[in-house]
């Protein structure tokens, strides 16, 4: 008998446990040090497609399922703010029918999440949906708009959906923002400061006071591809995992979590007293 045919039976008794043991397991977690902000760089969905033989766009769709997945966990586990790289400004090189799709898919997920019972009003998050936004259609601005404002209030969690950003250009246009004001002030450039750029970030210090604790990129892939460069510190703990995003779950986040804690330990431990 092929094992699909005894897993249909028995689905009903599998699922309930795995979700009881996982509540256990996020308790356990949840004890210890959490950290306070995590960034992923959804890497793979075209692979993932490849691989298991579904078009590219049904790839996209399963890494939407798989960020609602680790969104979710994330936030039962308290982490306060999660910063997430969905697109790039290079991947608009891509071909059109991808680029439209993936427009489509980001147009989809915004507005559900912008309605009641979702996961932003679920967990009180609030979503800023960040990036180059001139950049992107007209419909998923709008989508992005909806979104940021039926979660305005919400004070819970943080999740900074990152949309048509690339770093540099992040860091271009934080300078070019400081520059002109200082011209407009008839101030000195020599008086420019590290802190007036980072207030310009999108991802700012000041509206997101955590810093980045924890770096994921799926895929195998081991670079930043122009992400968070000016946020991450030499205290970012980077991890490569070698997954497409779409096979992203519960137990890649645990171990991640875990291998956080023990060098939170550890740190603690050797730390004079």
């Known amino acids: 008998m092929s094992s699909s045919t005894t897993q249909g039976p028995l689905q009903w008794l599998y699922n309930p446990i795995f979700k009881f043991l996982q509540r256990i397991l996020l308790d356990a977690l949840a004890s210890g040090p959490i950290p306070n902000h995590i960034a992923f760089i959804l890497d793979g969905n075209r692979r993932y497609a490849r691989r298991v033989g579904i078009p590219v766009h049904e790839g996209h ?41 993936l427009m489509d898919s980001f147009r989809k997920h915004l507005h559900d999440l912008s309605q009641h019972g979702s996961l932003l009003e679920t967990y009180g998050v609030q979503l800023r949906v960040l990036g180059n936004i001139s950049l992107l259609p007209q419909q998923v601005k709008e989508a992005a708009k909806k979104a940021e404002e039926f979660s305005r209030h919400h004070d819970k969690a943080v999740i900074n959906l990152m949309i048509a950003y690339t770093a540099r250009d992040e860091m271009a246009t934080a300078v070019q923002t400081v520059v002109r004001r200082t011209l407009d002030e008839e101030s000195s450039p020599d008086l420019i400061t590290e802190e007036d750029i980072d207030r310009e970030l999108y991802v700012t210090s000041v509206e997101n006071p955590w810093p980045v604790d924890i770096l994921v990129r799926t895929s195998g892939v081991k670079r930043f591809s122009d992400f968070l460069l000016w946020q991450c510190s030499e205290d970012v703990q980077v991890h490569f995992i070698p997954v497409y995003w779409p096979d992203i779950g519960f137990s890649h986040i645990f171990q991640i979590i875990l291998d956080y804690q023990r060098k939170i330990w550890s740190r603690r431990l050797l730390s004079p007293q």
């Open 61 to 101: 769709q399963a890494g939407g399922a798989a960020l609602s997945r680790v969104l979710e966990i994330c936030l039962r586990l308290g982490v306060h703010s999660t910063t997430v790289f969905a697109f790039s400004i290079d991947n608009f090189r891509r071909p059109p029918a991808e680029v439209d799709a």
